[in-house]
């Protein structure tokens, strides 16, 4: 009798979140996430140009506690804008192609807004400019995707808006709404807030409501939310990050086994597993990672919703009696990214920003660098005659490594080359040329006619 009034008042309950919902949405379409090409044009505003990355996402996110460190907080424009474009500069250079940059850390704003009140970690005084189209601009100067980082719930520490609530939700559809209209940002991410985690002051407020009933009121934002921004303009893309633990995202209403079965929800969804692989439970060491890792890309039922995986780079260097891979290893973040590929997923993102920088992470950091990777070369092979030279070009990435290669023939009688990338053909034939450095390597087959 009990199972039976609780699955009566669940349904009113969805009947009346649905019916009393203010802002109606069609389900739009999921599109692929990381286009081939990227658009121009939109449902909105034509000649609009789209810069997700092209298959692998490599992300990082810049919190709102790196606002102050970084120059960016209680700034002039001139300044701003400077310190914007280095710290952009700093996230392409490290092999990044999308930023998560936090952009309501706390029922706040780091656009100019009618609303919601300016971050006191962006600013304390009026701003004569807009930060978010400072950061939005320079981001796609270096061809970065910009996807804005929302809380939509927190309000501070101790204090969340009440997830129950029609006027909580619309607050949240305000400042979406404020963000996809006026700034041509590339997506919008959803942080693993949602409701109060049991160490939150507010726990006890919310604890009588089911994970059932938790999950509906934030289905219907989520869902809410996705159609208000494919109405607009269906390039933008819809993301969240949620909890590494699943069982733990369902405690609090994040639904992340529907997320990730059925369209409509959201286009990718990035959990944070922010473990070793050397985690103790008990006397045991355990693969975390390695099981986190398996258990998420099971839950991907649908081709429409990108997996890409959060890593901790926060963590690396770091002492940690139940994690001690961190410490133990300086290859925990290389080996992962390995690992993610090897999954065939859609890429990693890096939490933080300010953790590539760090004493404690510079080791992983090395190590993750030369684990991605590449060099590329700027040249012409094709109608390559006896007794010519051209030269040929090296570009290391990520670019914050050092652009020293060496260059070798395969064969010296066909083609010989000098140390500077100056290929010198000497007969017809067939011959190969490496660039090389103690990262990477890249060959091209020369054919000399």
Same mark, same amino acid.
């Given at each position: 009798?009990?199972?039976?009034?609780?699955?009566?008042?669940?349904?009113?309950?969805?009947?009346?979140?649905?019916?009393?919902?203010?802002?109606?949405?069609?389900?739009?379409?999921?599109?692929?996430?990381?286009?081939?090409?990227?658009?121009?044009?939109?449902?909105?505003?034509?000649?609009?140009?789209?810069?997700?990355?092209?298959?692998?996402?490599?992300?990082?996110?810049?919190?709102?506690?790196?606002?102050?460190?970084?120059?960016?907080?209680?700034?002039?424009?001139?300044?701003?804008?400077?310190?914007?474009?280095?710290?952009?500069?700093?996230?392409?250079?490290?092999?990044?192609?999308?930023?998560?940059?936090?952009?309501?850390?706390?029922?706040?704003?780091?656009?100019?807004?009618?609303?919601?009140?300016?971050?006191?970690?962006?600013?304390?005084?009026?701003?004569?400019?807009?930060?978010?189209?400072?950061?939005?601009?320079?981001?796609?100067?270096?061809?970065?995707?910009?996807?804005?980082?929302?809380?939509?719930?927190?309000?501070?520490?101790?204090?969340?808006?009440?997830?129950?609530?029609?006027?909580?939700?619309?607050?949240?559809?305000?400042?979406?709404?404020?963000?996809?209209?006026?700034?041509?940002?590339?997506?919008?991410?959803?942080?693993?807030?949602?409701?109060?985690?049991?160490?939150?002051?507010?726990? $006890?407020?919310?604890?009588?409501?089911? *994970?059932?009933? =938790? !999950?509906?009121?934030?289905?219907?934002? +989520? @869902?809410? &939310?996705? #159609?208000?921004?494919?109405?607009?303009?269906?390039?933008?893309?819809?993301?969240?990050?949620?909890?590494?633990?699943?069982?733990?995202?369902?405690?609090?209403?994040?639904?992340?086994?529907?997320?990730?079965?059925?369209?409509?929800?959201?286009?990718?969804?990035?959990?944070?597993?922010?473990?070793?692989?050397?985690?103790?439970?008990?006397?045991?060491?355990? $693969?975390?990672?390695?099981?986190?890792? *398996?258990?998420? =890309? !099971?839950?991907?039922?649908?081709?429409? +919703? @990108?997996? &890409?995986? #959060?890593?901790?780079?926060?963590?690396?260097?770091?002492?940690?009696?139940?994690?001690?891979?961190?410490?133990?290893?300086?290859?925990?973040?290389?080996?992962?990214?390995?690992?993610?590929?090897?999954?065939?997923?859609?890429?990693?993102?890096?939490?933080?920003?300010?953790?590539?920088?760090?004493?404690?992470?510079?080791?992983?950091?090395?190590?993750?660098? $030369?684990?991605?990777?590449?060099?590329?070369?700027?040249?012409?092979?094709?109608?390559?005659?006896?007794?010519?030279?051209?030269?040929?070009?090296?570009?290391?990435?990520?670019?914050?490594?050092?652009?020293?290669?060496?260059?070798?023939?395969?064969?010296?009688?066909?083609?010989?080359?000098?140390?500077?990338?100056?290929?010198?053909?000497?007969?017809?034939?067939?011959?190969?040329?490496?660039?090389?450095?103690?990262?990477?390597?890249?060959?091209?087959?020369?054919?000399?006619?």
């Amino acid at each position: 009798m009990k199972k039976m009034i609780c699955y009566v008042m669940i349904f009113a309950l969805v009947i009346s979140l649905y019916s009393g919902e203010s802002i109606g949405y069609r389900e739009a379409k999921a599109l692929t996430i990381f286009d081939s090409d990227a658009f121009s044009g939109s449902n909105n505003r034509p000649g609009r140009t789209y810069y997700n990355p092209t298959g692998e996402m490599r992300g990082v996110w810049v919190c709102f506690y790196d606002f102050d460190k970084y120059h960016l907080k209680n700034k002039s424009e001139t300044q701003f804008r400077l310190n914007a474009d280095k710290m952009m500069k700093k996230i392409r250079n490290n092999g990044c192609n999308t930023v998560f940059f936090h952009v309501r850390s706390f029922d706040d704003a780091v656009w100019q807004s009618d609303t919601f009140k300016m971050s006191s970690y962006i600013a304390t005084k009026r701003l004569s400019y807009d930060p978010l189209s400072i950061l939005v601009e320079r981001a796609h100067k270096y061809k970065l995707a910009f996807h804005a980082w929302f809380n939509p719930y927190r309000v501070t520490q101790k204090k969340i808006l009440n997830p129950t609530l029609q006027s909580t939700q619309d607050r949240i559809v305000k400042a979406v709404n404020e963000v996809i209209q006026e700034y041509d940002v590339d997506g919008i991410q959803f942080d693993d807030y949602f409701f109060p985690y049991s160490s939150h002051k507010q726990y $006890k407020k919310y604890k009588g409501i089911s *994970k059932t009933v =938790k !999950k509906i009121y934030v289905n219907n934002m +989520v @869902k809410r &939310v996705r #159609g208000v921004i494919k109405n607009f303009d269906s390039n933008i893309k819809f993301g969240i990050s949620p909890a590494g633990n699943v069982e733990l995202c369902e405690s609090i209403g994040a639904d992340v086994k529907t997320w990730m079965a059925n369209d409509g929800y959201v286009d990718y969804i990035i959990p944070q597993i922010y473990w070793s692989d050397t985690y103790r439970v008990g006397k045991k060491n355990v $693969k975390m990672f390695s099981k986190r890792l *398996k258990q998420w =890309k !099971k839950l991907r039922k649908t081709p429409n +919703v @990108k997996l &890409v995986i #959060g890593l901790g780079v926060y963590k690396t260097g770091i002492y940690d009696s139940l994690d001690r891979g961190w410490k133990k290893s300086s290859k925990n973040i290389a080996n992962q990214i390995k690992k993610t590929r090897k999954a065939k997923l859609n890429g990693y993102s890096l939490f933080a920003f300010d953790n590539l920088f760090l004493k404690s992470s510079k080791k992983e950091v090395k190590n993750m660098l $030369k684990a991605i990777a590449k060099i590329s070369l700027i040249c012409n092979p094709i109608g390559f005659k006896a007794g010519t030279r051209r030269a040929f070009k090296a570009s290391v990435w990520p670019y914050v490594l050092t652009q020293r290669v060496t260059w070798k023939s395969s064969n010296k009688s066909v083609a010989k080359v000098t140390k500077k990338g100056i290929v010198v053909a000497k007969k017809a034939g067939v011959c190969t040329i490496t660039a090389k450095n103690k990262y990477t390597k890249k060959k091209i087959k020369l054919v000399i006619q």
